[in-house]
C-alpha cells in the first residue's frame, strides 16, 4: 500500500470504504491484524481506520472473549496519549471480578470517545455461565457475563445505538438467548444511548435469581427486534402474577414496558399486533413484510395477516391519548399523527384494504414502502426516521449491516 495511492480519493470515500472494510470483519483476530497492518502501512490510513473502529464498535464476546474489548482499550488509551488528555488516576482493584476499575477521568474520556458510537455486540447471551468446575480457582469469575459486561463498561462507558447480534462465526444460532435482567442494567448505564437492535432470541421467562421484569431503559427512543417474544406463561408456574395475568417475568408482557420514552419500533418478524402494549410515546411503528410465496405456483406476495394489523387497531393499538390524558403543550401543537410504516415487495399486501380502513377510522397514517424489490431495481425508500438513500435490497428479507443499521438509526 503506498500512500499516493490514496492521494486522489476524498477523505469521505477513503473513510466510507474503510467504514464498509471493518464493518465486514468477522472476528477479534481479523480486525487486530487489519489495524496493525495499516499501522505499519500508512499512519494516514491507520489514523482513518482507527476513526472507523471508533465509531462502529465491534465487540465480539461469544465464550466470554474479550480480546475485542483489550483492542478496544488500546485504542482508547492511545486516543487520551494522542489528545494530551489528563488522564492519570491510579486504576482500582474490582476485587470480585479481579478487574482493574479505571479512575473517574479516564471513564469520562472513554465515555467522550465513545458517545456517538455504534456498539455491536456479539455472541452474548447471559444464559449459562461456565460451569463451576471449568473456572479458574483464582479467578472464578473470568467466565461469567458479569465479567464481561464489567470490563465492557469500563472499557466503553457509552454509545449512541446498540445491536445486539449473533456471533458470525458461532454454531449456537438458535439456543442462545438474550437474559435481558442481566443486560438491560448496562444498557441505563450508558447516556447517549437512543436506539437498541435485539437481533437475537430472549430467553422469555428469566430464571428465579431475576425473576422479576428487566429494569427500564428510559433514554432509548427507537427499538428494533428481530424476534418478538411470545408468552410462555404456564397455569401451573407458582411465581408472581400481575395484574393481567401474565407471569412478573414474562418478558411479552414487561419488554416494551422496559422502553417507557419509546418513539419508534421496528418489527422484523410477524406477532398478533394486539397482543402488543407499547407505551403512549409510540409515533411510528415498522413492519416488515418481505414477499413470501405461499401458494405453489403463485408469485411471492407480501403480506399483513400475520400481524393482524386491522383487528389490534380497532381494538385501539396504538390509538392517540385521550384530549384530556395530553400535556398542555399539545393542545397548541396538535400532537403529531402516529404512522404505522409497512416494508414490503412491489404490490399491494394482502389484508392492505382493511388495514387502511381501521387505521383511516384511528387517524393513523398507513405508509407502505417498497424495500424488498428485484436486486436490479433501485428504490428511494420513504421510510423515516433516516431512510437507507438509494438503497435496494433482495426480496429475501436480510439481517442488516452495521453500516445498514447505523444508517437506519441515525437521527
Ligand atoms: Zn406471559
Not at 377510522?361 to 433501485?378: G, N, T
Amino acid at each position: 500500500m503506498e500512500s499516493s495511492g490514496h492521494a486522489c480519493l476524498p477523505t469521505e470515500v477513503v473513510e466510507e470504504i474503510l467504514e464498509t472494510t471493518w464493518n465486514s470483519t468477522i472476528s477479534a483476530d481479523e480486525r487486530k491484524s487489519l489495524l496493525s497492518a495499516f499501522a505499519r502501512a500508512d499512519p494516514v490510513l491507520h489514523g482513518l481506520l482507527t476513526r472507523a473502529a471508533t465509531r462502529f464498535v465491534i465487540l465480539d464476546v461469544t465464550g466470554f472473549s474479550t480480546d475485542d474489548l483489550d483492542l478496544y482499550a488500546a485504542l482508547a488509551d492511545r486516543a487520551a496519549t494522542e489528545a494530551g488528555a489528563d488522564v492519570d488516576s491510579q486504576p482500582q482493584l474490582n476485587s470480585y471480578y479481579n478487574i482493574e476499575v479505571p479512575g473517574d477521568d479516564v471513564l469520562a474520556f472513554r465515555a467522550d470517545v465513545f458517545k456517538n458510537s455504534h456498539l455491536r455486540i456479539e455472541g452474548l447471551t447471559g444464559a449459562g455461565d461456565q460451569p463451576h468446575r471449568y473456572r479458574n480457582v483464582s479467578d472464578p469469575h473470568r467466565h461469567t457475563w458479569g465479567y464481561v459486561l464489567v470490563k465492557l463498561t469500563n472499557i466503553i462507558p457509552d454509545a449512541r445505538s446498540l445491536t445486539l447480534a449473533f456471533s458470525p462465526s458461532s454454531l449456537w444460532l438458535v439456543a442462545k438467548q438474550i437474559v435481558p435482567a442481566l443486560l438491560f442494567p448496562t444498557l441505563r448505564s450508558f447516556p447517549s444511548l437512543r436506539s437498541v437492535h435485539f437481533s437475537v432470541f430472549f430467553e422469555v421467562l428469566n430464571f428465579a435469581s431475576h425473576s422479576a421484569a428487566p429494569p427500564t431503559v428510559a433514554q432509548v427512543t427507537s427499538l428494533r427486534l428481530t424476534h418478538v417474544p411470545t408468552c410462555e406463561c404456564s397455569k401451573r408456574d407458582s411465581r408472581p402474577r400481575r395484574a393481567d395475568g401474565h407471569l412478573e417475568c414474562c418478558l411479552a408482557a414487561t419488554l416494551l414496558e422496559c422502553f417507557p420514552n419509546l418513539q419508534h419500533l421496528h418489527l422484523e418478524n410477524p406477532v398478533f399486533l394486539k397482543m402488543l402494549y407499547p407505551p403512549a410515546s409510540l409515533r411510528t411503528l415498522t413492519l416488515d413484510a418481505p414477499p413470501v410465496q405461499r401458494i405453489e405456483g403463485r408469485e411471492p406476495f407480501s403480506s399483513l395477516l400475520e400481524y393482524n394489523l386491522a383487528a389490534a387497531v380497532k381494538r385501539g393499538f396504538m390509538a392517540a391519548p385521550a384530549a384530556a390524558d395530553r400535556d398542555e403543550g399539545d393542545s397548541e401543537d396538535r400532537p403529531r399523527r402516529r404512522k404505522i410504516v409497512v416494508r414490503t415487495g412491489a404490490g399491494e399486501p394482502f389484508g392492505w384494504m382493511a388495514a387502511r380502513a381501521a387505521c383511516d377510522e384511528a387517524e393513523i397514517e398507513l405508509v407502505q414502502a417498497v424495500v424488498y424489490a428485484e436486486p436490479d431495481v433501485r428504490v428511494e425508500s420513504v421510510l423515516e426516521p433516516g431512510a437507507v438513500k438509494g438503497s435496494s435490497a433482495g426480496s429475501v428479507l436480510k439481517s442488516p449491516t452495521v453500516l445498514e443499521a447505523a444508517k437506519m438509526t441515525a437521527v
